[in-house]
């Protein structure tokens, strides 16, 4: 069985997968054969209808739709906003990301007709692909985009923190959503999660590797204060509620979360019981940390120092 894993940083790490994603097509002996890239997801730093993380990608989207279009990867635009109003539908550079990303499932540019208003987005519109995403959590925004740019499929954010099971069941079996992200607190719920239907478990898309306190009960506002900064409003920035929250994100503290979905998990527990979609964290971080997981989740480790130093040589990394 296939493993999808679903890498964030669509924007926010541009450098890195224009290093990487070479290595992925030429040495794919470096790699574990079970595994494939599901999608690349982030936003640019100045679109309002981005949320879960407060954004820095400054990547040009055309280069960035390039990338992802030499490769044959899906692109999802991250549109998360929990606080998307009416008067917010209308914003230019939005409607511009979702008219330049926006493929029909054989790769055909819906919006090429349109190019001479995109400006910046021009030298794209001849790009084919297979078809791109959107991660929404409004549905206010979901039947907007729904309705004008019919050609994307869409996931159900993480944001929205789903952590009653029953729930859950409700949003995998909504017809609008290919996939849903549930809160990484359902991870290891396996007799529930067993007792889905196939159908239901190829929609289950597990955040693997989150880094926040399991015992968090302040989640939902941690995300609205980032839709409200994204939205460019004024509000306070959000004190996180973790004993541990001075630590910052560490791969190792991951690694001990109740909720972390290693490797070994992966092959061992989800894939036998039919699980395949599988989302790594980390817009936020930097992208040397970015590569650690990449390493982790995908490369052999034979072959881990090799994959390392391509990207040493090949990129700057922002170390310190």
């Known amino acids: 069985m296939k493993i999808y894993y679903h890498l964030p940083g ?4 541009y450098e890195l997968y224009k290093a990487f994603l070479p290595l992925w097509r030429e040495h794919r002996e470096y790699f574990y054969e079970w595994c494939e890239i599901g999608s690349i997801y982030g936003a640019p730093s100045d679109c309002i209808w981005g949320g879960g993380r407060v954004g820095f990608g400054d990547a040009e989207p055309r280069k960035v739709a390039g990338l992802v279009q030499e490769y044959g990867i899906s692109a999802r635009l991250t549109f998360s906003n929990s606080l998307i109003r009416e008067e917010h539908l209308a914003d230019t550079r939005c409607n511009k990301l979702c008219k330049m990303f926006e493929r029909d499932c054989s790769g055909e540019m819906r919006a090429v007709q349109e190019a001479n208003e995109m400006h910046e987005y021009s030298d794209a519109n001849e790009m ?10 409004s549905d206010l925004l979901l039947n907007y985009i729904k309705s004008k740019y019919p050609n994307y499929y869409f996931v159900s954010s993480t944001t929205k923190v789903i952590t009653d099971f029953e729930q859950f069941k409700a949003e995998l079996d909504r017809e609008e959503f290919r996939y849903v992200v549930p809160d990484f607190r359902l991870n290891k719920q396996f007799d529930k999660l067993n007792a889905l239907t196939n159908a239901q478990k190829q929609k289950v898309e597990f955040l693997c590797n989150e880094c926040c306190w399991f015992g968090c009960y302040d989640r ?3 995300y609205e204060n980032v839709s409200q900064k994204s939205l460019g409003e004024n509000s306070e920035d959000h004190i996180c509620v973790s004993p541990t929250a001075q630590r910052g994100y560490r791969f190792s503290d991951a690694m001990k979360n109740p909720g972390f979905i290693g490797i070994a ?3 061992n527990i989800y894939a036998p019981a039919g699980f395949q979609h599988f989302k790594i964290e980390g817009r936020s971080l930097g992208s040397a940390l970015i590569l650690e997981f990449l390493l982790y989740y995908m490369t052999k480790p034979e072959h881990q120092l090799k994959v390392r130093e391509e990207i040493y040589l090949d990129s700057t990394l922002d170390l310190f």
Request: glycine fraction near 4%.
């Open 265 to 267: 998990d992966i092959q």
């Open 10 to 13: 669509l924007f926010e790490f």
């Open 220 to 222: 939902k506002k941690c």
């Open 128 to 137: 084919r692909a297979i078809q791109n995403g959107v991660i929404v959590h």
